[in-house]
């Protein structure tokens, strides 16, 4: 990399990840779920990591997070190994990447107010006096379009996309640098999809907020990111603009998942104006 490219804000390198799978009785065998993964994400980027079940998006998705050890290799943010920090100062850099994973907002604690969740976080944390915490609350509240009043509010009574934007609000709340969304809009319905696809227009255009999109849809993918990762088998097998994998997808991975986008991917590149967040 010469001097005057910025650094990447995020720059994973020969990332390895092997799970053993069996149990006391049966036979134990390995898994390597990443297998010396590289990969960079720019500052303000918006990219997408695709793949079919199975082929380790997650568990990128998970290391990059904090919530996996890697077996081998470096997560550097910006500019800083991860894996070669201590403890307090890697739980203080993880702040930053924060991960929305798929039904998070029906494992909402019901034992939690809508405040309690978002105080949570800091409280852990041990961030702000009690003053500055529930400003805050209010702050990521107004961000994701939703009404103070809601605080006061349990899980079960917020509807679905309320709930949605809950999940939102409490990963916004320790201010992070990089969103990884994982399969967060697989399995709302289609309006709740939009909005919550519009707050997270606003928040990149109003923040300078970076997603990283996990996901096996490449047609939903396609719509709202700029840059597609393809996984296969615990690889990167390749990475282009939106457009060219579309237009000329090189590795048969990224064919068959363009195969199963209903009603065929021509459409999609036709279309003259592709919103993106
Ligand atoms: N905690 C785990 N223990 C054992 N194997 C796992 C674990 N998590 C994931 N795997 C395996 O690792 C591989 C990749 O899984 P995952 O990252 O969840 O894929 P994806 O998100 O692309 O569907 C799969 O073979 C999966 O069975
Ligand atoms: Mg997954």
Redesign the pocket.
Known sequence: MSNSEPQPLVSIRRLSKR???GSLWSKRFE?S?LKNVDLEVATGSNLALV????????????CLAGF?EPSSGEICFEGRNLLALGAKQRARTRRSIQLIFQDAASSLNPGFTAEDILLEPMVIQEEGAPEERKRRCVEVLEQVGLARLLLRRWPHELSGGQRQRLVIARALIMKPRILIL?EALTGLDLSIQAQIVEILRQLRKAHGLTYLY?S?NLGLMGAIAEEIAV?HE?KIVERQSVQQIFRSPQHPATSALLAAIPGGSLAFVSRPERPTI
Do not use: F
């Open positions: 799970y053993v799978q898994i779920a793949g079919e079940s199975g082929s380790g998006k997650s568990t990128l998705a998970k996996e994982d996990v096996h996984m615990g």
